[in-house]
């Protein structure tokens, strides 16, 4: 009833081709970012801004740079920890070699080197598919890993070869560092992602992502179309690097404050990877959901005792929050195997007709 | 040159100027490699028969382990005072507990899941390995533990054998785990070509709809296929927390299987024995004469970059089927 | 289909409800210790001790004496797995409740925390472990790492491996080696270790242990086979202690020249190589056992009602968490009596962590005569104070304390600390110049 399309005629085409085509939507959009950019700094305490909201957004575009090459490309990845923290040491090193540029350049270009090696670690994926590729991946896992321990240079040769984020300014604003307000940080990673999440919109509904699909779907038949298959797949790894690598720089620049190699390891794969599958393959909003769902859990597991007052051991939580995610994760798969993102589908879907069920 | 040298030629002086040293990590090798061609037996096991990839396979390897100690713990709590006897009747009912891992797998996972792509029953296992770890750790605690090796009769001590001017030692246990590995692979040998449910899980391996247009009861072979990989992690579990103790820890070494199948095919016995020692082997040679030059601790990548390297250019491994892709 | 919606419904509820969930405060009339613990994870073995007698000391003191002071303490758990995240996790979702200090109790931990400790106000208490910088109170007020730095106790090895060998001459050309915890824990002391080798004419060799290889050491034990050094060195926790003597005793160590610092030194660690272990060397800094009052009365009060099993009561690593509340309590008493009030805060703390001074007196009237060596050379401009330890050694069955207690090399390790203090200052731009006040004992 709310989600009637009724009266809502399209005279152009462009109009009918909009991303948003339906007036609803679009003010449910316009709502949610207000909410994004005013409510939340406006009413969110320091708690909910700087341990639910910040990281939830880092996930969200991790897990978007994730679905671009695995969900829309079919390659599966299981790098992507290692493609974070690629961008969060290259973005580290070119802060202390350049501190006079600032830190936002830095954090965006980042995500070049992150790409690059991302490019590296795909070339196998013209020969090898699938699980293959997975475990193709997973070198680039340990490997990077590795070097982020091996090479001291990275770590400005630092003997604990941890991280420290330097503190920098935006103006006169303080941005990084530990003096850095939550609301200041939550901000900023808000205003790249959303606008990072709007430039992957329009990459997947262009023909890029229209190729990615083909792929992804038969890519025998997309060569024979006339779709290079090589330019095509590391472009895919290029781009999700790419996201990857500035979430990672992001990760440590405006949540963490710091990092040691062991950040980026293969448990940070899987958690993304997570995100991934159970919010939906092939779909951004999925990544979002899946980034709220498996990061948000464990936060309201280990609240949840205490708020309703039942003793439960930290530890016993942790164990339990495994459970709880590992039993999400195999009913997601039987219930839904889309994710997230196609029960939203589904409820939208269902939203246009009620109250009539067809 | 100098560079040359270093990669070429000093890796092989070594080699030859303390053959000691060449012949115990070799033997290193060889142990860690019958390790991994163990877990890889099992992934290989239910790829076979299911066509699932079972990435909880490593857990599955420690949540054995951790039961049989638990419930030894548990038999001697209640009083049964000869240690063996508690020790055999802990092992008798972890075997049944995997059984019951197994049935709940299919139940629970597998049968929901009948038809879906390779890609969503491969992610269904990265759930099932969370559950496991929750589960293992809520009931067993997440304290590292030491393995009932001498209340299996498992042996202690080693074997210094003096040649070559040094001494090259051999445990026991690293020599009864490659017995009992040998023998365990012999066995399921024999089982996959004499007897009928062994010839049944080929069938299945073959094509489900052939076999099930045969009366062969999928669900079945499915539990049977997933009992006898809990075996075998039963198997690795004991043999591998004999060296060290049963912790979580031991999951991530699981990963290290990944190369191993990928050397020796997806669906191959042979294959993953083969595959094993040839990348336990590599690795301790490549980590102890090369590593050096790359500032250890390359163990963790080199058996991913071998697998790389044969993937590039035999991706079905050495005993695999050769994958046709049908349009 | 009713499952599915039934499923769907509680699937998005709980998504939903995450943002709409606000963690509470404390209440008012008790002092918030949180305790930074892992009793999952790979390094369980070395940290659940740890974290019961942390808990138990404090826990015994609600009960006995009605808290500090009169105020009962607030302790919870937060578990991190020794995992920096988590750990900056938790400590970001423990900061709403208003703590009085952080046990981040890893070294990795701590170093993500340093900075943070100034701006909000919360003391680090990172007890001989963390930053060996830190001890330089004039440039990290808010982090205290009593009683000893790692470096401390790589001299006090030093000085018992060359009293082993007959005097430091007799070190040249000898090669030691270092097997150690690919971390922020075992690399810290390692730029100390290369100065002595350069000092005294010895040769390092170094074997990192990657966290994910702890269990897994064959490749690093045949390393130390070729390199044949005359003393080995560890800098391990968790799994990788117990693998290390194991692999030490398989490639016939000689386990007496096999030393490790003071966290290398858990019972359950040299016990699963039975006799293979015996004479594996390490330091401490406290008292094995339960012949003190002050844990009888844990006993009594405390046992049965915690996570303590009974047969792990008084090991050396659930002495060492004693310790580390001691050294809580203390604190939060002077702070006390300091600021005249009863419900202190971080920056209290701070104060009552500056003025610790628990003399062999103090240590008997709170119920561990000869526990320990007196903690009283915390200053304001030496947060650690670089107190003595002994070296014990593993006797099959138990610790055996087989030296007196061993000064460490102040003259060398001082001067060094304060430089990397300087240089650490340097490096972070912006590190705010010491204000705060420095109280008289």
New interface residues.
Partial sequence: MLYREAGQFKTSYSADQAVFPILQDRIGLIAILLIAFVGIPVFGNSFLLQAVMIPFLIYSLAAIGLNLVTGYTGLLSLGTGAFMGVGAYACYKLASVFPNVNILVWIICSGFFAAGIGVIFGLPSLRIKGFYLAIATLAAQFFLQWCFVRIPWLVNYNVSNAIEVPQRKLGDVIITGPSATPTVRYLIVLTIVVVMTWIASNIVRGRIGRMWMAVRDQDIAAELMGIRLLRTKLLAFAVSSFYCGVAGALLVFMWYGGAEADTFNINQSFFVLFMVIIGGLGSLLGSYLGAALIFGLPILLRILPDAVGVPMHSATIEHISFLIVGALIIIFLIVEPHGLARLWQIAKQKLRVWPFPY | MDILYKIFLDPFVQMGA?PD?LL??LW?GLV?GVLYALIALGFVLIFKASGV?NFAQGIMVVFAALTLVGLYGVLTGLGISNSHVAAFVALGLTIAVMFIVAVAVEK??LR??VN?P???L???T??????????G??IF????K?MITQQLFLPKG?W?LQIFGG?V?F?HIDVAAAVIASLMVAGLAVFFSKTRIGRALRAVADSHKAALSVGISLEQIWVIVWFASGLVALVTGIMWAAR??V????Q??A?RA??VL?LGG?TSIPGAIVGGLIIGIGE?LG??YW??L????????LA??I??VF??FR?QGLFGEKII?R? | MRFKNLMIGAVLAATAGVPAIVSTAAAQDSVYVPLFSYRTGPFAGSGIPIANGMNDYLAMLNARDGGIGGVKIAIEECETGYDTKKGVECYESTKAKNPVITNPYSTGITLQLIPKAAVDKIPVLSMAYGLSASADGSNFPWVFNPPATYWDGLSIIMKYIAEKEGGFDKLKGKTIGYIFFDGGYGREPIPLLEQFAKKYGFETKQYPVPAAEMQNQSAQWLNVRRDKPAWMIMWGWGAMNPTAVREAARTNFPMDKFIGIWWSGGEDDARPAAEGGKGYLTLNFHGVGPDYPALKDIEKHVLGKSQTQKDKFAENLYNRGVYNSVLIAEAIRNAQQITKKKVVTGEDVRRGLETLNITEARWKELGFPGFAAPVTNVTCADHNGHHAAYVQQWDGTKWVKVTDWITPMKEEVRPLLEAAAKDYVEKNAGWPKRTEVCDKK
Avoid: H, R
């Avoid at chain 2, 912790?247 to 031991?250: D, G, K, P, T």
């Fill in positions: 303390a040293l115990q990590t290193e860690g990839f629970l996972v929901p899941l879906q390779d890609i969503i491969f992610m269904a990265f759930g099932l390995t969370y559950v496991l770890i929750g589960l750790e809520l605690g997440g304290d590292p030491v080693a210094d001494f030692t445990q060290s103790d912790s979580f820890a031991l991530i070494i990963l990944l190369p990928i997806f301790k980590e102890f590593g050096p790359l500032g250890n601790g390359i163990e963790s990548w991913y970059f697998a790389l993937l590039l991706p892709e349009v």
